[in-house]
């Protein structure tokens, strides 16, 4: 199912964060969210997951059940591994211990970090922790996946392979929503790019269009 947002309203504190913003984000696409910081980005994030609800305009309803938001500084339980953050996203689904530490291993691997899966949150880098926090979302089975990640201090070579594993994900069915700083990732990988600045919309649609769409005075 898309999601459609039309005329979206946003302030806090008498703070004008979006000033009637329209875009359609599409079903079992890559849409990443870009912008300066300010520009509102987390809040559509916050928006669509019910985070907040003190906004005007339409935003298409969706049930907690299909989906997972992962804001960007998630508090690190510094004293659970790995494995046992991955194994809580499976908490719904009612499998049987068998069954979860096949599926574990798997999401483990598929997300690159099944060699550090006996390790604690304090003993792992910051690229890790958004791995393992992936592989929690991924665990929850849900169709819409809403990502605010916090990439800048990871070197390019790891991010790289991030946004490469979160295409895969994507290519394999779901939806993801990422807001990031990164824009030639954002450029490569994504189905679709959204670009926002001082709470308006300057560009949606196809990533290949962005940099010919924009003069250097709107970036």
């Known amino acids: 199912m898309n999601i459609s947002v039309r005329d979206l309203k946003l302030s806090i504190n008498n703070i004008k964060i979006l000033k009637g913003i ?16 300010g520009s509102g980005k987390s809040s559509i994030l916050r928006i669509i997951s019910k ?33 046992e953050i991955v194994c809580l996203g499976f908490y719904e689904r009612g499998l049987t211990n068998c069954e979860k ?11 690159g970090i099944a060699h550090i899966k006996h390790h604690t949150f304090t003993d792992i880098s910051a690229g890790e922790m958004q791995r393992a926090w992936l592989a929690f979302a991924l665990a929850q089975a849900k169709n819409l996946i809403l990502m605010d990640e916090s990439l800048s201090d990871i070197d ?46 300057l560009f949606d649609g196809n990533p290949s269009d962005f940099h010919s769409s924009l003069s ?3 970036l």
């Not at 696409?29 to 910081?37: Q, R």
């Not at 530490?101 to 997300?111: G, M, P, R």
């Not at 790891?158 to 895969?168: D, E, H, P, Q, Y």
Request: contains cysteine.
């Open 22 to 37: 329209s875009f359609t984000i599409p079903d079992s696409g890559f849409t990443s969210v870009i912008g300066p910081n």
């Open 51 to 83: 985070d907040i609800d003190a906004y005007s305009g339409f935003v298409t309803e969706i049930a907690h059940g299909d989906m997972t938001y992962l804001p960007q500084d998630i508090a690190p339980p510094s004293f659970l591994s790995v494995t």
């Open 101 to 111: 530490k096949i599926a574990v291993e798997k999401l483990l691997d598929s997300c």
């Open 156 to 201: 390019r070579p790891a991010r790289t392979n991030f946004f490469k594993v979160l295409r895969s994900i994507v290519d394999g069915g779901k939806t993801l929503v990422l807001v990031t700083h990164d824009v030639d990732l954002a450029v490569e990988f994504s189905d679709n790019l959204l670009f926002l600045k001082d709470g308006r919309k």
């Open 216 to 218: 250097s005075d709107q």
